[in-house]
């Protein structure tokens, strides 16, 4: 198999389904060997099985991200295994509530922070050295619109994806001067599970299918990506401004 990513390693959270599904599918096809994280093994062994009927590899990781200190094992086993990172694909995600600031339950609040943001700083923290390692390594965050918009009964899982952004900005400030680059993304509404759950009403055959928003993201993983710090709008098709204060 010959691809863009041929040799490199990439990590990609949320793989058992949805946008994160088809993006490990897509990273495996440019010749990228996948480390497919999730909870539900089903999943991750009907992606393997398309990774390999595609001539790609994959390692499976089942894993829940509430788990903090597994984090950081994989991490050391990343290091152990292949002492660098080329790909990190931050694409796990819970909704939590749609509901009023005021009535969301302190569990529900607990889980989603801990799931959206907590999970983001740890995944980070314990790549970081691993993608500084890589001549080009590349770092994807999925935010959402929501993010932006701050829409009312979306403010909990608003506040995860601004969390999210606001450490991958500052994560590409600090990388500024290295080959790593940091990007955010925002997907758009895509049909998915997640999405089901949040606009139950929806057609989905009205939405986009998360292979074809997969497809537009796969070039933040190249090693030729120049943009770091920046947020890319799937729908656009390109990144956009942020206005970056001194
Ligand atoms: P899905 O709900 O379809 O998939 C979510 C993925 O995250 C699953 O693979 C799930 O795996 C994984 N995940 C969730 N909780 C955990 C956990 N505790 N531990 C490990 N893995 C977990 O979501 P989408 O594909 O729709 O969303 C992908 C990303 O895109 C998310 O970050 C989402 O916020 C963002 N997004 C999606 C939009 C949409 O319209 N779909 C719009 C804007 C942003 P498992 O359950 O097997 O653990």
Do not use: C
């Not at 990774?51 to 290091?79: K, N």
């Not at 609040?109 to 590349?138: E, Q």
């Not at 939405?207 to 537009?216: E, I, M, Y």
Request: glycine content about 10%; cysteine-free; proline content about 5%.
């Amino acid at each position: 198999m010959t691809g863009r990513l041929q040799g490199r390693v990439a990590l990609v959270t949320g793989a058992s389904r949805g946008i994160g599904y088809f993006l490990a599918k897509a990273l495996a096809a440019e010749g990228a060997h996948i480390i497919a994280v999730a909870r539900t093994v089903g999943g991750l062994e009907e992606l393997d099985d398309e990774i390999q009927s595609a001539g790609g590899s994959a390692t499976l990781v089942p894993l829940d991200l509430m788990d903090m200190p597994g984090i950081d094992r994989l991490g050391g086993a990343i290091h152990e295994r292949w002492g660098k990172l080329d790909v990190l694909v931050l694409n796990a995600g819970a909704l939590g509530v749609l509901a009023p600031l005021g009535h969301i339950e302190a569990k529900t609040f607990d889980k989603t922070m801990r799931i959206n943001v907590d999970a983001t700083w740890r995944l980070i923290r314990t790549t970081d050295p691993l993608l500084r390692a890589s001549d080009a390594g590349r770092a994807i965050y999925l935010s959402s619109g929501a993010a932006h918009s701050t829409k009312a009964y979306w403010g909990l899982y608003a506040a995860t994806k601004a969390a999210g952004e606001a450490m991958i900005k500052s994560w590409a400030n600090e990388t500024r001067n290295l080959a790593l680059r940091v990007n955010s993304v925002n997907p758009g509404a895509t049909r998915t599970a997640m999405r089901a759950l949040a606009m139950p009403g929806e057609n989905p055959d009205t939405l986009p299918r998360p292979a074809d928003v997969a497809a537009k993201i796969l070039p933040l993983a190249f090693p030729d990506l120049t943009e770091t710090g920046r947020l890319f709008d799937v729908r656009q098709d390109r990144f956009l401004t942020y206005h970056m204060p001194d």
